[in-house]
């Protein structure tokens, strides 16, 4: 098992930047890579980000240009950073684990999922 805090979300204005964290714990060795999902109210939960944990390749969504993602291995931490954000990036921002290759795109790809953290970008 693996558990995932996520931190940093917040109210911010447009335009402003915020870093989102995700804590990793337990079974962490197990872990092949990590992403970011947002879901605003009503809408599905779509793929931001994800890095693999050993070799730190990146996977983006074409829409977050301004996003990035990285990872400390020695605090089993990946983040998210964030910039120019706008009012149509406000969600819950949630990160998950998974053991396998691939699919990154896809949330069923995930195992392990952490609760989430509240992103608002104010006009």
């Known amino acids: 098992q693996v558990q995932l805090v996520e931190s940093g979300g917040g109210l911010v204005q447009a335009g402003g930047s915020l870093r989102l964290s995700c804590a990793a714990s337990?079974?962490?060795?197990?872990?092949?890579?990590m992403g970011w999902f947002r879901q605003a109210p009503g809408k599905e939960r779509r793929f931001v980000a994800a890095?693999?944990?050993?070799?730190?390749?990146t996977y983006y969504a074409d829409s977050v240009s301004r996003f990035t993602i990285s990872r400390d291995n020695a605090k089993n931490t990946a983040y998210l950073q964030m910039n120019s954000l706008t009012p149509e990036d406000t969600a819950v921002y949630l990160c998950?684990?998974?053991?396998?290759?691939?699919?990154?795109?896809?949330?069923?790809?995930?195992?392990?999922w952490g609760q989430g953290t509240q992103v608002t970008v104010s006009s």
């Open positions: 890095i693999t944990w050993t070799g730190g390749t």
């Open positions: 998950a684990a998974t053991e396998y290759y691939g699919g990154f795109y896809n949330p069923d790809k995930y195992a392990y």
């Open positions: 337990g079974r962490t060795s197990s872990t092949y890579a």
